[in-house]
């Protein structure tokens, strides 16, 4: 982890975060206005809603390792990509219907295997260990959505769908695996993210499960 | 936001925030416990759903913009007045018995109104952006609302009940908007707060609603 | 508490914070894996409900008291101890079947009265004051059940179970009384963990009720 110290190697892994996070921002809400707008809450209730998803599990991260204001609050552009992301949604839903469940499938893949990816390298940049930092990975990758179902009264779909948070934290380990052997940081975040992305299409796709309780 | 640095700026902003959060912390918690009372809960679980109400949306506050220990955990006022607002709440339902709507209607919104107020105020102190601040006040004002329904397993009344955050945020908008006209901080956050409390009232009266989504 | 600031006692103070915390740790991965498993969920929610259950209360403790990086992202022990109660709930479930209430009971009231004591230790050694510290030990004993329960989308029990926030508050409040009459730390732990863990069998052995509201 000492490399993450030296200056130019923060900004290199900051800039890596940042526009993960703005990337993945921007989906979830996408992702997450898709589905409150077919549940009757109002336009308000959907961004709320919308940001919730967005930019929930990046503040627990932010909050649980002690990156406080959270970044969120700090930089503009997460709150504006996560309008951005509801009011596209909320356009697709006016004009063309109820999103398929494919086309939410996908963005929801991709902003899992991001954030996991910047959620384990800001817990890096902040000095959590090796070990611990991809579980701040899949918080970060499922806490919104977690967050999100709290609000809606339901079960997180997260301990109902069978490999979600564990393609999550496959990809974070991943992640740390392939820096420790030297692997360049963001190589080593584009294959822990593929790996997570693919993971998580392909076992929705083959529907496969976990073993249940013996 | 460079006047805040001044020190007799921050006395009297520490002073609004810890008066006005006063205020909010004993009408929520009156509030809280007026609900929780016909809820069939004992003692114990009513006092709890009285000061989650009344302290939650500043402790989220706090450990957002890193103003750590939480306040309330600090200063025994806040703890001290939630319970004599949850104490005022039984006696009036013991002595007089259910709460009629109104008495539960105007402590809720004052109390949205101050807490918006001191939320935003407090997140200034702390150097969050102008743009950012509205969040926190009006996170500060219905967050204990929420984790309040987040613990009595309901949807949370904010994401469908029409114009309520939408008055915090109203309120703290112009608060924001009136110091950087120049108008004294005691004045700007008498007239968001005001707005913020007329809306909400105005609004629960004549049944106005946000569209919903096309 | 101006004890505390002197080095060998913080030490003191941390090594019972550590070994407590483990110990309650293990209990409620154990308790919330027993739980878990005759509920239908597979390997992977089964675990997270045990560790959410172990390690939400001190993370919730450790983030109002501005104690960050939370503890359980620092040190190892905490999640390895958490999987090795679950594994043995598991191995239980999987050779005798369900658990009996009765094994559910005594570790859960034995965890709620460590938990008290560990997190009105650590609140008293960050300068929270002795009249806030014991709601501190409370939030950490029942923190982790509310966090479950709200996962599990239900009241949390700890709001309709009688004598159970309740005891873990009782104790910690004798944690600090002792402690200011200047019984060494060890004991007032060893005598306020033991008066939690026998009101609450009590209680749930004799059927005890607080009063409702009038």
Known sequence: ??????????????????????????LFAFEGAGLAAGSGLDLFGIAVIAVVTALGGGMVRDVLIGAVPAMALCDLRYGGVALLGAAAALAWHAGLGTLPDALLLAPDAIGLGVFAMTGTEKALAYNIRPTAAPILG???????????????????????????????????????LLRRAGVPNTV???????????????????????????
Chains 1, 2, 3 share one sequence.
């Open 138 to 176: 899949t918080l970060t990758a499922v806490g919104g959505g977690v967050l999100r179902d709290i609000l809606l009264n339901t079960v997180p779909s997260v301990l109902r769908v069978d490999i979600y948070a564990t393609a999550a934290l496959a990809g974070s380990i991943l992640l740390v």
């Open 1 to 26: 982890v000492s490399r993450l110290r030296s200056p130019e190697n923060l900004t290199l892994s900051h800039r890596l975060v940042l526009g993960g996070d703005l990337l993945g921002t921007g």
């Open 188 to 214: 080593a975040a584009l294959l822990g993210g593929a790996a997570c992305v693919a993971l998580r299409v392909l076992s929705a796709h083959e529907g496969w499960h976990l073993p249940e309780a013996p």
